[in-house]
């Protein structure tokens, strides 16, 4: 009887640990392929994002040179080094000449093209300006009511709405007043050389520049054929590519 009694809490011991393992295999399964499959979607949306940041540096040197170049290095330095020049010199507008590869190059920067540079590269957050500025108290008919009404005005924002009878004749106070208004500014962001490599493979992006006006951009993933690798012995991390942008179109949209 005790025997028996021995063999049974024994053949019990293994159950439990058999099922232990099973439940633990079980949530491996589970678990572990969901995480590969949500990396290799971070990866994919990730490299995505560097192709269509190298679309838009190509953009932005076509539009300061009139053409395109396949040497995606010197595209980000020269698209960089035009907006320090305008951070130093808000009049760097028009007509300009940069060095470049040991050469002068002329090239013409659009008035407000370091907007779109900002919009596009920079990362926008909310923040206060505080300024000084003339507040005036002035009066005006009110045509409604025939009563004269009392009105407040920012000359540097307001002049243009009113008639210069109204500042010249009606303005009863002048006061300098601290204005706090919420503007949008903008984060600096580099256009850094690591843009140039794709985050699953570390290879570069391949780009060329074709068409009979060499007018046509191709910006290709580096994984060609697939890429596979082993992880926990079990599973695989699979893609098979990323896709390419050809002037803007991208294969992943269409």
Known sequence: MQEEQYY????????????????????????IPNNIW???????QRSRWKMEQLWDAQRMYHKLTGYYDPD?????????????SILADSQYVGKQRINYKGEKLEITV?????????????????ARDTSLANVFTAVEINYETGLWDTIFLDESKDRYKYTDSLWVGSI???????????VTKFKRFRLADSLLYCPLTELPYDVTVKGEESDTVIIHSP???????????FFSFKDS???SITNGEMSWKR
């Open 8 to 31: 049974s809490e024994k053949w019990s011991f293994i159950v439990k640990w058999i099922a232990v393992i099973l439940i633990v295999i079980l949530l491996l399964v589970i678990f």
């Open 38 to 44: 949500s990396e290799e979607a971070r990866m994919r």
């Open 72 to 84: 995606m290095a010197g595209v980000l330095w020269f698209v960089s080094a035009v907006r320090d």
């Open 110 to 126: 659009p008035r407000y093209w370091f907007s779109e540079y900002d919009t596009i590269f920079s990362k926008p957050y909310e």
């Open 172 to 182: 009863i106070d002048t006061v300098v007043d601290t204005i706090i208004e919420r």
């Open 223 to 233: 994984i060609k054929g697939g890429y596979k690798e082993r992880k926990f012995l």
């Open 241 to 243: 590519g990323h896709g």
